[in-house]
């Protein structure tokens, strides 16, 4: 049987293992996904696969160290300079992915097209320089970054050809906003400045709470008539990462189920 875990610290909220543990049942999977708390990234790592680990999920604060680990890195987690999936693969070596961006890409594309729509990205932490890469290959017809500590949109604007804006500049002619902030876990919202919103636009936040976040509150307030949380793009990202572990992907039933699940289970 072979053995996957999520790494971080913490982790026992994750809620990868109930997601990967459906996936394997029903995708018939001899595997057992287990978590691990650590202070000490690159040993543990090591010490898991030396033991015969099969595959791991990098959640906080890691990301960014697993990107600094001697691995065969993809395009997308190069682009991204951070990392949620190690692997060993047939020829013993490890590689190193990123289904982030993948994951919120196939979660949004289910309440909106992205291609010649105009993006705003809020944040500019990990989630958000993960996510821009695959929403670029998307085709939108911009991408503005706003952050509150306006020098970090800046380079990451650079780094991607984006524009970027202060957060005390209005929010007007955007699509879709992406919360790609941390704010909503510790129950705020960022200092954003909008008037109003067009019924058609998508607001997205990464984070999920039991209850809507109180970005999804704001901007339904605003007019905002599509609001979604970031369970459906936690549950596509995994799917990505064990499609890459296990050579099989969970079909759309499945992943829906899943979510259905995970939601009920937060709600309880
Ligand atoms: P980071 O710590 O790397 O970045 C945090 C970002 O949030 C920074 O841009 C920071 O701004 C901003 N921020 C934090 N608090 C506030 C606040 N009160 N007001 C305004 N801005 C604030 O975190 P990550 O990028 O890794 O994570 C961001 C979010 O994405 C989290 O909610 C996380 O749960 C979610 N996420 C969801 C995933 C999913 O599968 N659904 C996957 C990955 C992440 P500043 O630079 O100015 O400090």
Not at 40 to 66: I, M
Not at 72 to 93: E, F
Request: proline fraction near 4%; hydrophobic fraction near 45%; charged fraction near 20%.
């Amino acid at each position: 049987m072979k053995l996957y875990a999520v790494i971080g610290n913490p982790v026992s909220h994750s809620l990868s293992p109930k997601i990967h543990e459906y996936f394997a049942r029903q995708c018939r999977q001899d595997m057992r996904y287990e978590r691990i708390k650590t202070n000490d990234f690159a040993a543990t790592v090591g010490a898991f696969f030396r033991a015969g680990g099969a595959g791991l999920n990098v959640t906080l604060p890691f990301k960014q160290q697993a990107f600094e680990l001697e691995a065969n890195q993809s395009k997308r987690c190069q682009l991204a300079k951070a990392v949620n999936t190690l692997w060993i693969n047939a020829s013993g070596q490890l590689c190193a992915d990123n289904t982030d961006g993948i994951g919120l890409v196939r979660d949004l594309l289910k309440y909106t097209s992205i291609e010649s729509k105009r993006l705003l990205v809020i944040g500019a932490g990990g989630a958000a320089r993960g996510v821009i890469p695959a929403l670029l290959e998307k085709r939108p017809s911009s991408i503005c970054i706003v952050n509150r500590d306006l020098r970090k949109a800046k380079l990451l604007a650079e780094e991607f050809s984006l524009d970027c804006m202060p957060m005390s500049q209005a929010i007007v002619n955007y699509d879709v906003l992406l919360n790609a902030t941390s704010a909503s876990l510790q129950h705020s919202l960022p200092p954003l400045y909008c008037a109003r919103l067009a019924p058609s636009v998508v607001a997205y936040d990464l984070a999920y709470l039991s209850e809507p976040t109180v970005f999804m509150n704001w901007a339904k307030k605003l007019g905002a008539d599509t609001v979604v949380d970031g369970l459906g793009m936690l549950v596509e990202q995994a799917a990505e990462s064990f499609a890459l572990w296990r050579e099989i992907m969970p079909g759309y039933r499945l992943r829906m189920n899943i979510l259905e699940q995970l939601r009920a289970g937060l709600q309880a």
